[in-house]
């Protein structure tokens, strides 16, 4: 198991470095992504914790700058409460100490596995960072239809269309405005990659616009991926987020699920104003290392 380091406050087990060597044996413990990295021999930091010759814990990650990004950490539930994801993170802190200054942990909280990840962290001394903007938002289209937002705005389905109906020509020039202004955009743009064009909505023309651009996850999901508003109409923007929202019901369900990125000030004043019952998943941790 490489080198091997005995904790002084655990009555079993041990931990060393995870290689190729021993991957097979701690692979399932750690991402797809990690064992990949292991198995190209790329320069990832791999810990492994044993206990009678059983694989119970692992993490990993690798170091950019003065940061070590942590990629993957897991321990067997049978194993939880027994010191071993805390002495991982301990023997992390020693090897990295005098190469990096912070440990970086980006997480989606998508299950209750997660969510104990989270709270673990935390009590780790892991802290969160406040800037709203990259933070990732949940609901339903059911939970969405329920807010004060959606029923107290009036139905008016003269004002947007769908990108289908909008036209190419218009949506091209609105794209190449966007990206000289610095205007959020979903990946592939508002014309391709996963932009379902049945549910986004548009305001307007090239020149004064507004639109609200919604892509479909593998699973179905409904993601709010761009919301721009250059009409110089405030109003505008909810009527044509409840016609996206509604365009989204009829032809999903009530039960999908809705998920929305914060890329902006005005992406993140439209949860908290609009959505309020949607939820924060994604948690950007940090510890620094003394």
Known sequence: MGELFYPDDMTRGEIGII?????KVFGPLLTMDVRKKICNKEPVLAIGW??????????????????????????????RNSGGGTFLLDTLEK?????????KFDLVVTDGEHEL???????????????????????????AAESRFFKKTPDDKSLGKSFDETGRLILQSVERDCELNNEPLPEGGLLGGKTDSQISRFYGDDKDYAFVAVSRGRDGAVILSAVVNKSGKPQILPFILKEALQSALELAGRDVPLYIPVVSEVSDGLVR?????????DHNLRKEIA
């Open 117 to 143: 990840l989270s709270n673990f962290l935390v009590h780790r001394g892991f802290f969160e960072e406040d800037d709203p903007v990259g933070t990732m938002w949940y609901t339903t289209l059911g939970e």
């Open 273 to 281: 104003s609009m959505l309020p019952g949607a939820r924060r998943i």
């Open 19 to 23: 290689g190729a060597d021993n991957i």
């Open 50 to 79: 044993q206990v009678d010759n059983i694989a119970t814990g692992a993490l990993a990650g690798q170091i950019y700058g003065e940061t070590f990004e942590l990629e993957s950490l897991y321990v067997s539930p049978a194993y």
């Open 95 to 103: 090897l990295a100490d005098g190469y990096a200054s912070l440990v």
